[in-house]
């Protein structure tokens, strides 16, 4: 989460550096990844069976961090607590989270498990090795995974260790071992690598495609202090879909985009009020890839549970955002897949196999810490970025944390009473007022439950 954290200095160095990295990069050429199968398909179908129907889950924003590098009560210590005061997530129950997902998926049996992106806390090699060995649990349950990296999964500088009241370095992952660890997962299998990302295209069924987008920017995050959040589909990759979509549309194909950043806004002004979550250029390459024939992209990255679309000359363009599984309230989404509609319904993770303080339930744990965190976290924002003096700052902190929390669990909608409130922010500036507005609107469609019809 980093709603409106654009204020410290820390940022502003960065932004600088970040600036100037760019500059340094836009000299050099993007990434090069040798092309496995360019050009022609080496595998077949994955699907044996036929199927007309297919079950697909979707799993975003894991965040797994390995148990090996939370030891000694780090999770109480002073260096976990401070990265939780600007991120807060519920890293500390990442592995019983996941463990009580996987083992719903294994009585659910879905054919496909996506995952866009943030595999990791903050791209740890171990714990990409943990998870792809959970992964693996599943494919040899015959569900097909597949996965891309997100914003923190690749040559992250603040890949982590906690022991005690410290922090320590530990190894990161270069895309090349990022797309080692996961070959089972996309990589091996796919019909096309595009040669400029690790973006990928698996042929499910004969009819369906699987398009792996890679649009995260690790690139340059080497020598840089914080991991670039934005993300970008790289010229060249776009021009590597648009040419498989004119394949696609020859074949009669349909084709599942899935990518780590939204591919447009799912609050109105998100891009404004909350930059890097929308992928650069959002609004030129959003109806681009419609046009090419994309209709369905599954995204993560903003942990929210949240469904928009976009209409462009007779088309519809749906971004199925999934919430993280770290963030309240933990959601993950099971489809029905029938070639021409998709029937979707979401999941939470309600309980988990974790000694939890104060006897709390994992569902009262989870909100109990995300309206701290969010208040704690607003009040600073409030009072750092928007110079509002206390006691304001702490008295409508909590009206940005319920509508954070409520965008974060989707098919928003504001009560009375918490509109009586946040009125209240009139008097003192309109844009928060506006700000807070806007996360209270949902935009269409439905983002829970919902039965969406493809062309
Ligand atoms: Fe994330």
Request: aromatic letters at 10%; charged letters at 20%; glycine letters at 6%.
């Amino acid at each position: 989460m980093k709603l409106f954290k654009f204020s410290t200095m820390k940022y502003l160095k960065l932004l600088i550096f970040l600036a100037v990295v760019c500059l340094i990069n836009s000299c050099s050429k993007d990434a090069i990844f040798e092309p496995q199968n360019e050009g022609s398909s080496i595998s077949g179908e994955l699907l044996k069976s036929g199927k007309l129907s297919l079950d697909i889950a979707v799993v975003s924003d894991i965040h797994y961090l390995a148990a090996s590098l939370l030891r000694n009560d780090a999770v109480n210590g002073a260096a976990f607590q401070t990265y939780l005061a600007f991120d807060p997530k519920l890293i500390e129950y990442s592995i019983p989270i996941l463990d009580e997902v996987v083992s719903k998926l294994e009585k659910e049996k879905p054919d496909i498990l996506l995952i866009p992106g943030d595999l990791t806390k903050d791209g740890e090699k171990l714990s990409h090795i943990a998870v792809a060995k959970i992964l693996h649990r599943l494919a040899s349950q015959g569900i097909m995974v597949f996965v891309i990296p997100g914003n923190h999964d690749i040559n992250n500088p603040q890949s982590k260790g906690y022991r005690g009241q410290n922090s320590y370095e530990t190894e990161t992952v270069s895309p090349e071992r990022f797309a080692d660890i996961y070959d089972d997962f996309g990589y091996r299998n796919a019909k096309y690598r595009d040669p400029h990302s690790l973006s990928y295209i698996c042929q499910v069924k004969s009819d369906l495609w699987i398009l792996g987008i890679d649009d995260c920017k690790y690139d340059q995050n080497i020598g840089a202090t914080e991991p670039v959040i934005s993300g970008k589909i790289r010229p060249e990759t776009l021009r590597w879909i648009k040419d498989k979509m004119k394949n696609a549309k020859k074949e009669k194909v349909t084709v599942l985009a899935m990518m780590h950043h939204g591919i447009m806004e799912h609050y109105t002004g998100q891009n404004q009020l909350d930059p890097g979550f929308v992928v650069d250029n959002w609004e030129t390459v959003a109806p681009e890839l419609m046009e090419a024939g994309i209709q369905v992209f599954f995204t993560g990255h903003y942990h929210a549970n949240d469904i928009t679309e976009l209409q462009s000359n007779g088309k519809t363009l749906y971004d199925i955002q999934t919430g993280s599984l770290v963030s309240t309230p933990s959601p993950y989404r099971l489809i029905k897949y029938s070639g021409n509609s998709l029937n979707i319904s979401t999941e939470h993770v309600v309980s988990i196999h974790a000694r939890i303080p104060n006897g709390l339930s994992f569902v009262d744990y989870s909100t109990v810490f995300h309206q701290q965190h969010f208040d704690a976290y607003f009040d600073y924002v409030l009072k750092n970025k928007y110079l509002m003096p206390e006691p304001y700052a702490s008295y409508f902190a909590p009206r940005f944390r319920n509508a954070i929390m409520a965008h974060y669990a989707g098919d928003e909608q504001i009560t009375d009473d918490e509109q009586v409130k946040v009125y209240e922010l009139l008097g003192v500036s309109q844009e928060l007022y506006g700000a807070v507005m806007t996360l209270w609107t949902d935009l269409p469609p439905k983002d829970n439950e919902i039965h969406l019809e493809l062309n």
